[in-house]
């Protein structure tokens, strides 16, 4: 560094100009600031008594729900930290499908526990092992507390899907979409090794607006949002036999461009009576093997489609490769790519393929098959948002059924198991020694705010309802959790409030990780792309003001 003679240094610039940076408690403050914003966001909508948002888009569309995942996403969130945070609940959705209110909520309160540490000059390294520790030893309580579940136990399973419906704008038809989400489930679930395997992407939710949500239905097999391709084609077609085909049923093209002169009008007519002899052969093979249902993923030729219409077969074309898919597990069909190796072993088989007038359009049902590994469930509402609201209850149903059998444990809810967490983790506190001790307390206070945010959406005095749980719990009450309609201490399991074990366990996990992660962040630079937004002083571009 070079001085100057009065001995004063000149600064010297690493970043580019224009460039905002921020160190030390500032940038620990800004970034718990904007996770708890986005906690306190969507904490109004946690449990049956929570409100829902409404959140219009730039193009106006509306969308009406208190799923949390789904608010995050709608948000369109530019914080860097608050990104973060939407990340926990991407996560919670993709691993268990339910409980993306609880994992940000709990990110974002043991973030708030964590500023009183620091601003008692604790260490963040040491709050983060702290953490850490207390994220270990939440997963082995939790494990204790679960109890088993199998698909047989039915009335077990119908609690689970209540339990994620409740609260939801599906609430008043809970009793059907539980029955349909249980019996979806168990159609798509293999027993591999002793474990339970749920694929969701087999089952299917097609939606229809018309009717009413008490006509949603659960298909045993396929329904798409296809017509046949021509009208002499029949409507039904009972004991299908059915091909699924990948290729193009048209005349191909040369890969490089090709001119065709015909000079003479007979030739013409020879080269047009060719091209309909192959579209003939074409069909013929098809039909030869005596199926009458085809679904095509291409196009099919007009003239291909007439052939088809005589010899009364049933024909899609251009159906999406997930539907193929999905009709090749519910059939028992395999894809095919080139006609020329379709053979009989190929085909699948339904009790009846047909075209049905749902509103004013038509949709394809392929149902009755024997024993399908994709089933479909046509989702019925009086308007877009009534449907959209039932879909997100019915794949939080689904996902919290599919994750209480992959694991074979389920908890009870209510905010039982977090006071139990809570009560088990400050007595696991009281034996460590160090810094680390604050820390793990800290953890499970934190706990404790899934129980009083279940309070204060119901109206209730949080601080009455917590010293009611909390006395239940030192009875040895552990599933005495809060009837948010009562106001009263209520025992979860016994009322059949039940939650997959996976739910908290990812919950906890995951807001623990990106607690820390945060935590341990002492220096934000913000680009000068970024810094040109101009954001006002000591705020993000994109973060709220507080």
């Not at 049923?249 to 030739?267: F, M, W, Y």
């Not at 970024?530 to 994109?542: F, L, T």
Request: aromatic fraction near 2%; glycine fraction near 8%.
């Amino acid at each position: 560094m070079s001085s100057n003679p009065h001995g004063n240094y000149q600064p010297i610039f690493i970043l580019p100009e224009g460039s905002q940076r921020n160190t030390g408690k500032d940038a620990q403050r800004m970034n718990i600031n904007a996770a708890k914003i986005v906690a306190e966001t969507v904490r109004t909508t946690l449990g049956p008594k929570g409100m829902d948002k409404m959140l219009v888009d730039s193009l106006g569309e509306v969308t009406v729900t208190n799923d949390g995942v789904t608010i995050l996403k709608e948000m369109n969130i530019e914080h860097p930290s608050a990104k973060m945070i939407v990340e926990v609940a991407k996560t919670q959705e993709d691993e268990v499908g339910d409980g993306t209110t609880t994992a940000v909520v709990l990110a974002g309160e043991l973030l708030k526990r964590a500023e009183s540490l620091l601003e008692q000059d604790i260490h963040p390294t040491v709050i983060a092992k702290g953490y850490r520790i207390a994220a270990e030893k939440a997963q082995v309580i939790l494990n204790s507390l679960a109890q088993p579940v199998s698909p047989k136990d039915t009335p077990l399973l119908g609690k689970i899907a209540s339990t994620a419906m409740t609260g939801k704008g599906a609430e008043n038809t809970k009793g059907l979409l539980s029955d349909i989400a249980i019996k979806a489930v168990r159609q798509v679930t293999r027993l591999v090794d002793g474990k339970y395997l749920v694929d969701l992407d087999d089952v299917k939710l097609e939606k229809k607006v018309g009717s009413s949500v008490e006509e949603t239905e659960l298909i045993p097999g396929v329904v798409m949002d296809k017509e046949r391709v021509h009208a002499s084609m029949p409507t039904e077609v009972k004991a299908a036999r059915i091909a699924l085909i990948d290729s193009a049923l048209e005349i191909r093209n040369t890969e490089v461009d090709a001119k065709i002169s015909i000079t003479d009008p007979e030739k013409m007519q020879a080269f047009l009576d060719m091209e309909e002899g192959m579209l003939r052969k074409m069909v013929e093979v098809i039909a030869e093997k005596e199926v009458n249902v085809v679904f095509c993923q291409k196009g099919v030729d007009d003239l291909a489609q007439h052939f088809f219409a005589k010899r009364g077969i049933y024909v899609v074309r251009r159906v999406k490769k997930s539907d193929m898919e999905k009709l090749a597990k519910a059939t028992g069909a395999t894809i095919v790519s080139d006609l020329k190796d379709l053979s009989s072993k190929d085909l699948g088989a339904a009790g009846v393929v047909e075209e049905v007038r749902v509103g004013d359009e038509g949709m394809t049902y392929v149902r009755g098959c024997k024993n399908p590994r994709s089933v479909t469930i046509l989702i019925r509402g009086g308007t877009e948002h009534v449907i959209d609201e039932v879909k997100r209850a019915l794949d939080d149903a689904l996902g919290d059924i599919a994750a209480s059998l992959r694991l074979q444990k389920v908890v009870a809810g209510a905010g039982a198991p977090e006071i139990e967490l809570a009560r088990d983790l400050r007595h696991f506190a009281e034996g460590l020694s160090g810094r680390e001790q604050l820390a793990v307390k800290a953890f499970a206070e934190a706990m404790e705010i899934i129980p009083r945010t279940l309070a204060e959406n119901a109206g209730l005095d949080p601080i009455d309802v917590l010293t009611e749980l909390k006395a239940a719990h030192d009875k040895g009450r552990k599933w005495a959790g809060i009837n948010v309609f009562t106001g009263k201490v209520m025992d979860a399991w016994k009322e059949g409030v039940i939650e997959p074990l996976k739910i908290k366990t990812q919950a906890v996990s995951s807001a623990a990780e990106v607690a820390v992660m945060i935590l341990r962040i002492d220096d934000v630079i913000l680009s000068e792309d970024q810094s040109k937004q101009q954001p006002p002083q000591g705020q993000y571009p994109g973060m709220p003001e507080m």
